[in-house]
């Protein structure tokens, strides 16, 4: 603060040094120190909750704020402050409440942690038209925030339509950053090519894709291995080297300075024992210097750890960012399975066949893919540049049948056998394109179903994959793939009207869904 009122010379420090030197507000900090505040609190939030007790609304902390910046004791709010940004903080800070009144554990702030701000954007009249609160301009490289000067920024890429939110934030690697939500209202479309492809998301082979053709052409996507050994150039380091590396050095650190600390208590101890004034403070002085928001060595090494990490992070949203864009542009239509990523982890950790090396090495390499981050990449995609995008239920198997001659197999053909031969054709196939065939005649007869209504895959909703039935959210209809009968535990009703649309006597019929449990 003192630093900052020597180069600003601003209201707000000097309002905070001479807040901080008053003798109640000192009382205070001493207090909050050594009560253990936030501890104490979430267990009085846990306590109101289980009486029955109801957070704080949003509407009543915005009230708080709104009234602060009216107070005319502290005039300099409404002068550097943003009321919108501060009505964001009470928005995240409701949201806080309700986690905590269900019962979570709250994450209390960290000195590293990301630190952002949230500004609303506004649009006012003046005399030459409207003025926006919040402005990008790309030639000059500068950013407009309310309250706040020009920001030098680096745009690299146009911002269309009017932006409604700007989130400044601070990573752990000490750079700044600002992401823009913006309103556009025209569309943004890519041209059709008229062509579909099913997909096998595997460990080897990122993707493997069926064509929707006669021949059946397969094409691949080799996995790029982000925390590898092997992903390096030449002789230099590869980057999960250079990591592993860093963060030894990092935790050596960190148990030197807590050896340091646990030294400096013990010594306090005996010095205060000892009535040894010149002790205590050697000692005091000593467990200052443990802190490690004071040892220069220890904060170079953990931005450090930070770069890497995030240089790996940006490494893997390019590829996925790049491979779901090409995906899109070139086919009209997509077809992914829909497995868990937690149950197909589950299944890995409670195999016995393999070792506990391999089980570790299988699901790092899982998570270093991110399925189901380039699913959601895929998925908004597919939305915003208007293309179909079909998920299966995710208790289809492709890997129980053969895609020659339809047999179902009692088990499916495990992750670690690449080559397998049909007991029934003794057709020998590769698992993953196997896989991707059986994905593709899953997806066109579900493609079938979803032309017939002439609806976005994305109102659909599985009610019950074993019964083959989906219910459109949009248009409100049932869609069935097999014929549906009595036996399969639904009402009869319900179950009949399904036969007659499989046998062609009814076309619709408009039903309650909340009237059925399944």
């Known amino acids: 603060l003192r630093t900052s009122l020597e180069k600003y010379n601003s209201e707000s420090d000097q309002f905070f040094l001479e807040s901080l030197n008053k003798p109640e507000i000192i009382e205070q900090i ?22 029955g007790g109801k957070p704080a609304s949003v509407f009543d902390l915005q009230k708080l704020v709104t009234a602060l910046v009216a107070d005319p004791d502290v005039p300099w709010v409404s002068t550097y402050y943003d009321a919108d940004a501060m009505r ?17 554990q709250p994450r209390f702030k960290k000195r590293n942690q990301i630190k952002s701000v949230t500004f609303r954007g506004k649009t006012t009249k003046t005399k030459n038209g409207t003025r926006d609160s919040i402005e990008a301009y790309q030639d000059q490289n500068q950013i407009k925030l309310p309250t706040v000067k020009l920001i030098n920024a680096v745009i690299h890429r146009p911002v269309l339509g009017t932006i409604k939110l700007a989130t400044v934030s601070q990573a752990p690697t000490g750079k700044w950053y600002i992401s823009l939500i913006s309103k556009y209202d025209g569309e943004v479309q890519l041209p059709k090519h008229d062509k579909l492809v099913a997909f096998d998301q595997g460990l080897t082979t990122f993707l493997t894709g069926a064509l929707d053709t006669e021949s ?23 980057l999960i080297e250079k990591l592993t590396r860093a963060q030894k050095r990092l935790s050596r650190k960190y148990e030197i300075a807590k050896k ?32 490690l928001c004071n040892r220069s060595n220890y904060q170079k090494d953990r931005i450090q750890v930070a770069k890497l990490q995030t240089k790996i992070a940006n490494q893997r949203a390019a590829f996925l ?15 992914i399975e829909g497995f868990s990523i937690q149950n197909l982890v589950q299944n890995i950790k409670s195999d016995t066949t393999i070792s506990t090396k391999q089980k570790t090495n299988t699901i790092k390499k899982i998570h270093d893919l991110a399925w189901y981050d380039f699913r ?50 003794q057709l020998t ?13 899953e997806g066109l007869a579900i493609k079938r179903h979803l032309d017939l209504v002439q609806t976005p895959t994305q109102d659909i909703k599985t009610i019950n994959p074993k019964l083959n039935v989906a219910y459109n959210t949009k248009t409100q209809t049932w869609l069935i793939k097999e014929a549906i009968s009595e036996k399969n535990g639904i009402q009869k009703e319900f179950a009949q009207k399904l036969i007659e649309i499989k046998k062609g006597k009814l076309k619709e019929f408009k039903i309650t869904a909340n009237n059925y449990q399944t």
């Open 260 to 291: 340091q600390r646990l030294d400096g208590l013990q010594e306090k101890k005996l010095a205060i024992e000892n009535n040894d004034t010149l002790a205590e403070i050697a000692a005091i002085k000593k467990i200052e210097d443990s802190y």
């Open 321 to 335: 960012h790049n491979l779901s864009k090409q995906l899109v542009s070139e086919y009209d239509t997509i077809i």
């Open 30 to 51: 001493e207090h909050l120190k050594q009560s253990n505040a936030p501890q104490k609190d979430w267990y009085k939030f846990i306590n109101m909750a289980k009486k």
């Open 429 to 441: 196939f590769n698992r993953a394109e196997n896989s991707a065939k059986n994905i593709l005649k």
């Open 216 to 238: 059946n052409t397969i094409i691949k996507y080799e996995s790029p291995r982000f925390f590898s050994p092997e992903n390096k150039k030449g002789n230099q380091q590869s």
């Open 376 to 425: 959601v990449k895929l998925d908004y995609k597919c939305q915003m540049y208007g293309k179909k995008l079909i998920i299966l239920p995710s208790d289809f198997d492709a890997n129980k049948k053969c895609h020659h001659c339809q047999t179902t197999f009692d088990v499916a053909i495990p992750y670690t056998q690449y080559e397998f031969t049909c007991p029934n054709c």
């Open 88 to 104: 964001q903080v009470s928005v995240d800070v409701q949201k806080s409440f309700e986690s905590i009144f269900k019962g979570n």
